[in-house]
């Protein structure tokens, strides 16, 4: 899957085979800065043919991200559970219009937290199941 082997090349394309692989419309590379903030370092949405880099996402209003990040633990956002975390991550990422849920997947190395996936489908009702990927 991965295919540019340049440290460049490769947070793009571990976004790109989550997206695939989850069939998800969105999906997100994420890392965490501090305590309070995470960076999306490469986001790519596939229904718009887009890509964005260097967003930022406040904890506090990602609970379940943070919960994610702290247990080293799947987790997912679902339109029933998790509405305004879901608001919110969708608005960062330009959308209006939200109605899907989100997943976060933990990337370890050494048993260390070295990023995460956040995978969406943001306009549709499907749950995105729960896979067994394992980190880095």
Known sequence: MIE????????G?????????LRADIGALI????ANYADLVVVMDRARKKSEQGLAVSLAAQPTLKNAIERLQQRPLFPDRNQAELDDLY????????????YFQPLTREGE???RVDG?????RPRIERVGVRGA
């Not at 540019?4 to 947070?11: K, L, R, W």
């Not at 394309?13 to 692989?21: D, H, K, N, S, T």
């Not at 890392?31 to 501090?34: G, N």
């Not at 969406?120 to 549709?124: A, H, L, R, T, W």
């Open 120 to 124: 969406g489908v943001p306009v549709c």
């Open 4 to 11: 540019d082997t340049h440290p460049s090349a490769v947070p």
């Open 13 to 21: 394309q571990v976004v790109r085979a989550a997206l695939e692989m």
């Open 91 to 102: 608005t960062r990422l330009g959308l209006d219009q939200t109605s899907g849920s989100a």
């Open 31 to 34: 890392r965490v800065q501090d």
């Open 113 to 115: 937290l070295a990023g």
